[in-house]
């Protein structure tokens, strides 16, 4: 059973250039959470999803952040018009329902903001 | 609004001897609490989680206690290794319709050999 996927695992852009990071959550699992990881600092809640459903987004900026979770394919994270105070790790977590339950974490996106 | 705080950010023990990082959360309403490990560079990874239900877990080397009057939350590590060293990290799950986790600020732990 394959873990959940992250990827690309590094990605680098310029400034004002798009950032999309793609999710793919363990088998079963209909519960997506993006959290966002500055260096040398704890894990940020960024938004939650289910499958086509946005269920908080309370932690995402207002603007240039969008998530999503089509009812096929991976969750994504885009970041358009991306700045420097962008550059940071991306972890996804799923988990395989609400409540108390463990999330499992990917890998991560590491984005660098040029 | 939800708040975890984690204590403290560094600790370095002497291999063999005992390791415990506290945090203590805002929302009463909180019902899970999990501990992730996250070496450098890796993913964070669960260790250890207790439930509002429970006052104390134990897992070989591991344990975390509850104390749900008082909103702490406490793991313990035992006979400490050079592995274990890592950064931990504490969270609280909020009782509300998004099941997020509020994450506290993490404890870089060093085990001296």
């Known amino acids: 059973n394959a873990g959940v996927m992250q990827n690309p695992r590094h990605l680098v852009r310029r400034r004002g250039q798009e950032a999309r990071l793609r999710c793919s959550p363990m088998?079963?699992?209909?519960?997506v959470y993006w959290y966002r990881q500055l260096p040398e600092e704890g894990l940020k809640f960024m938004v939650y999803l289910q499958k086509e459903n946005i269920i908080d987004e309370s932690g995402m900026p207002k603007e240039r952040f969008s998530a999503e979770f089509p009812k096929e394919g991976p969750s994504i994270l885009r970041i358009q018009q991306v700045v420097r105070g962008d550059s940071a790790a991306y972890f996804c977590?799923?988990?395989?329902?609400?409540?108390?339950?463990?999330?499992?974490f990917g890998p991560g996106t590491r984005l660098t903001v040029l | 609004g939800e708040n975890v705080e984690q204590h403290p950010s560094t600790l370095s023990v002497q291999e063999g001897d005992s390791a415990v990082i506290k945090c203590t959360y805002s929302d009463s309403a909180s019902n899970y609490f999990p501990w992730y490990k996250q070496e450098l560079g890796k993913r964070p990874q669960l260790i250890i989680d207790?439930?509002?239900?429970?006052g104390e877990k134990k897992d070989q080397r591991i344990a975390v206690t509850l104390n749900k009057t008082a909103k702490h939350f406490s793991l313990h590590i035992t006979e400490t290794q050079p592995e274990d060293s890592a950064v931990y990290f504490c969270?609280?799950?909020?009782?509300?319709?998004?099941?997020?986790?509020?994450f506290g600020s993490g404890t870089r732990l060093l085990v001296r050999p």
């Open positions: 969270a609280a799950g909020p009782m509300d319709s998004s099941y997020k986790l509020i």
């Open positions: 207790i439930r509002s239900n429970v």
């Open positions: 088998k079963g699992h209909s519960h």
């Open positions: 977590a799923s988990s395989p329902n609400r409540g108390g339950n463990e999330q499992f």
